[in-house]
Every structure is written in C-alpha cells, then in structure tokens.
C-alpha cells in the first residue's frame, strides 16, 4: 500500500466514478419533474422507496462488502431507526433534526451492544448471531403494546425539517432522501480511502495477518458494524416518514434477507453496490407484479439465474480474490 | 405449578423438540459436509408436508400419503440438489445465500401456483386421534405420543446408519474434513446427493407428522427454518449428535417458556404488563439461549471440523 498522499490509487482505493454517475444524478434530479410532466406522480413514492432501500443496502454493504462481515440482522437497526422517530413523534417530537439523529444513535448504540458480543464470533456463526439478535429485537418490538405491538404505529405526519421545506410533500421528501442518500455515498467513498477504510478491507482479505501487524482489529471492525448501524438508523427514519407507519414487519428476518440479496445483487464490496442493488430488485419486484401475481417465481428464476450465470459474480470480492 | 402440567409441557417439549432435530439434522449435513448455506431447505419441509396433505386427501389413507409424500419429497431433494445447488458448492457463503433464497421464492410460489394460497388441511388418522391415559388423571393425545416415537425411532435410525455404516462413516470423515475424504477415494458427487435425498426424506417425516398440528400452507417452511439453524448453531455445524441436543433443548426451553414465562411474569410485574409481553418473551428465550451459547462457545457446543 502506497504510504504517500499523491500516489495512484490501490486495490482498496474506490472512487465516486462521477463520469456516469454525475449523470444517474442528473437523471434522478429531473425524475420529478418528468413525472409530473407524465402526469403519473406514482413513480415519486417508488423512487424515494428505491432511494431509502439504497440507502440501507449501502450501510450493509459497508460491513458485508468491505469488512467481510455477513450480518443477517441489518433490518433490526433499520426498524430501531424508525421505530426512534415514531416513538419520539408519538412524544409530540417532530423536528427531523432532533429526531434522525436520535434514530442514528439509538441504531448505533444497538449496533454497539450487538457487535460487541457478535464479533466474538466467525463465519457462519456471526451470521447466526446476528441474527438472534435482530429476532430477540424484532419480538421485543412486538411486546411494546404501548406502540403498537403487533398492529404497528401510524405516525401523525412526517417529520419537519424547516428550510423551507415541506416533508409532507412527496417531492420535497424525494429530494431531501436523494441528497442524504449522496451524502451517505460521498462520507463512504471518504470512509473507505481513509486509513481505516484501507485496514477494514485488508481485514476483510486477511484478519491474521492484519492482527499478526498489530491493528486492533476487533476494533476496526466494532467500529465499522456501528457505523453502518448509524446508517441503517438514518435509512430507518426515511422509511418511518416515507410510509407514516412502522411495524415489527420492518424488522422481520426476511427484511435482512432482502437487504443482503440487494448487496449480493449489485455487488459486494462496490461503492455502488447497494444502490445498483436496490434498484434493479425494488424495479424488477414493481415490474414483474404488474404482469402476474405470482411474480416470486420470475424474480427467484432472475435472481438464480444471476448467481448460476456469473460464476464469478457482479461482485468486487471475487474478482479480487481471482487477481491475487 | 403442578406436576402434571410441566409433565405435559416436557412432553410438548420433546415433541417438538425430535421433529426440530428431523430438520435440523439434513441441514448439519449440508452444512457440515458441503459447507453450504441452505436457505431452501424449509422449502423440502413445506413441498413434503403439501404431498403428503394432498396423497392424503386423494387416496383417504394418511399412511399412503405419508409413504408417498417421503419419496416423493426425496426425489425432489435429489432433483434440486443434480441441477442446481451441485453447482453452488464451491461458491463462497453470500452466492449460496442468494442462490438458495432464490429457490425458496421459486418454491413457494410454485406450491401456490399448483396448491392455491388456501391452507390444506391434514387429518391424524382415525386410530390415532384420542386421548391416551398415561397417569390416573393425566391424559396426553395419543397423536402427539406417536409423534414422539416416531422421532425417536428415526433418530435412532439415524443414529445406526451415520455411526455403523460405511456411508455413514464417509459422511462423518466429510464432514471433519472434506478434502481429506475424497483423497481418501469417497465418492463425494454420488454422497451429497444421497445426503440430499435423506435429508429431504427426514424434512418430509417432520412435515408429515406436524401437518395435522400446524397448518400445511405457503411460508411454513421459513419460520421452522429459523429454528433449525438455530439448533444446529447451538450444537455445532455438522455434528448429528449436537443437533439432537440442540433440538432438544430449543424444543423444550420454547415450550417451557411459552406456559412458565407469562405466569412467572405476572407474578413479577404485575398481569397486565405479563399478558401484553409474555409471549414476546418466550419468543425471545431461544435466541437468548443461542447467544449465550455462542458467547461461551463461539463454535457451538460439538464442535466437528478441527
């Protein structure tokens, strides 16, 4: 690894690639205004759902792809998140700016406490653990009568956020969702070309020899698993206000599942993995529900079809396992 | 707290605890000798349970379903395993996961497809259906006690075939060590998909016999699931003999925990705090059990491979 500021990027280098993403941006700036010019403001709601999910899968990736550490209890620090700002707007709390940030640090302080004592373990056991924890969270949530329990927790409006900005309008929330969204993309392209974005990778290739080096990796990687759980939390508040409503079902298993399956999708360990992810799942799910109601079937055949077809994957990882 | 209910309440326990265990061990296998994340096997529990439902209901005979339905459900585990998830093996653990996540959906909405969303209805045959007397003044169904020896009698097949046989032996020599065995001339390829065809087999006995108690409908394969990763965690990937401890265990701590929690609770904090959470609670006292488990020892409590 280069130790100089100005050398060429490495192999744990990523960049914002503003070449065609500066115009994915443009494209989804002007997304409102050709929807409205098509008359079709559905498309709105959609985008800003594929928005938040974006926003979700790229804090998993965070630790999935970049730290090669596969979390199966995600949705659990998305669902705190949320279920942060329905509580706290239930309490007659409706400032966005105190209320997301609650939602940030009370996920990340459940992702703390998770990692603290997942992170014990390896492989296929932390894939467990984690997911004992995220249903411990999901059935305490559901034992909260006083929010809901079961039945979930209708929010009174969504949050405000001043600026001049009215979040109950769906396009003013599409755009605050899209530039925290490019805020998050830009933090983790820091994050990731960052000394400590360098030693999370190098853990992800190889842990022994980085605490053979002498790094804390235990650290590295608690830090890490908090930081995507402050994510998470973020996306979790958008999702809160996006639908005005929170339930355990945010919380579900098969939520972290979906989420994964967003990361593998686009690609593990790319900076536009989640986002690609997100899209091209939330997009086919819409898609392929119009045309029949057994759309499942479709997507399982897509989905297997990507993993059988690219044996070494849309994923980062492989191929860099394949070039060393 | 009497006698005769926490009696009544073991006796769930096990129950569930043995039908756990008949998941859970093709999923060790799979787990262990493979080293392959099989999301799609609540799928082999839910496809068993729905042919041998609809066998049953074709042919008036819940024994012809319940033969039927095994090999059918075998069959299709063998099919599954020949075409696609032979080619996942060597993939890393995420491939597998959306591999076989992508089987799950294409499961389910292939039962729904042919079955329709409407759950089917599973009858315990006629000699099986009333209550047995087992203590003066404590009667248990007499279907759950069939239950019970049912899964006893498979696990101790299982025991036999995995402990004293030569395919058991390479089964177990895969397991500890997979390149090891095939240098030692196990013919791996033929094995797993034998592995497979079992392990399908023992998802469609526990469907078969929980049919009548659960609903046979869409999705029931993905809650069970759940449970069985978490009694194989508990007793260690690949280790038969932890997974009928850690089957026994969930079994019965969850069904413990369901009758003892909310009247503990009640006693506790009161019984209109206990009646909203309890249930919750109970819910949540196996994964409490599992990260404790983890936490003492990371690898479960058999570990197998080195």
Known sequence: MPTHEQAAPGLLDHTLQLRWSLPVLAVLAALPVLAALAGDTFYVGLATRILIFALAATSLNLILGFGGLVSFGHAAFVGVGAYTVA?????GLVSAWVAWPAAMLASAGMALLIGLISLRTQGVYFIMITLAFAQMLYYLVISLKAYGGDDGLSLASRSSLGLGLDLGQDVHFYFVTLALLVAVLVLMVRLLNARFGHVLQAIRENEVRMTALGFAVFRYKLVAFTVAGALAGLAGALLANQGSFVSPALMQWSQSGM?????????VGHL????????VFLLLEEFLSHYTIHWQLGLGAVLLG???MA???LTSLARRRTVQ | MNGILILEQMLNGLQFGLMLFLLAAGLTLVFGIMDMINLAHGSLYMVGAYLIASIAAATGSFWLGLGFGIVGAAVFGMLLEMTVLRRLYQRDHVSQVLGTFAILLMCNEGVRLIWGSQPLSL????????????????SYPAYRLFIIGVGLVVAGLLYLLIAHTRVGMQV??????????????????RLFTAVFGVGAALCAVAGGMLGPLLAVQVGMGESILILAFVVIVIGGIGSIRGALLGALLVGIVDTAGRTLIPPTLGYLVGLQAASNAGPAVASILIYV??????????RGLFPTHG
Do not use: D, S
């Open chain 2, 289 to 298: 059990l599992m990260a404790a488990v983890l936490f003492f020892k990371p």
């Open chain 1, 87 to 91: 509580i706290l707007m239930q309490a």
């Open chain 1, 311 to 313: 044996p070494n994957g």
């Open chain 1, 272 to 279: 536009y993995g989640g986002v690609l992810g997100a899209i």
């Open chain 2, 172 to 189: 177990r020599a895969g397991a500890a060590n997979r390149e090891m065995a095939m240098a030692m001339g196990t013919n791996v390829q």
């Open chain 1, 259 to 267: 989420l994964m399956i967003m990361v593998i999708l686009g690609g």
């Open chain 2, 123 to 138: 009858n315990p045959p006629g000699m099986l259906a009333g209550p047995v007397e087992l203590l003066p003044g404590f």
């Open chain 1, 306 to 308: 990507v993993v059988l």
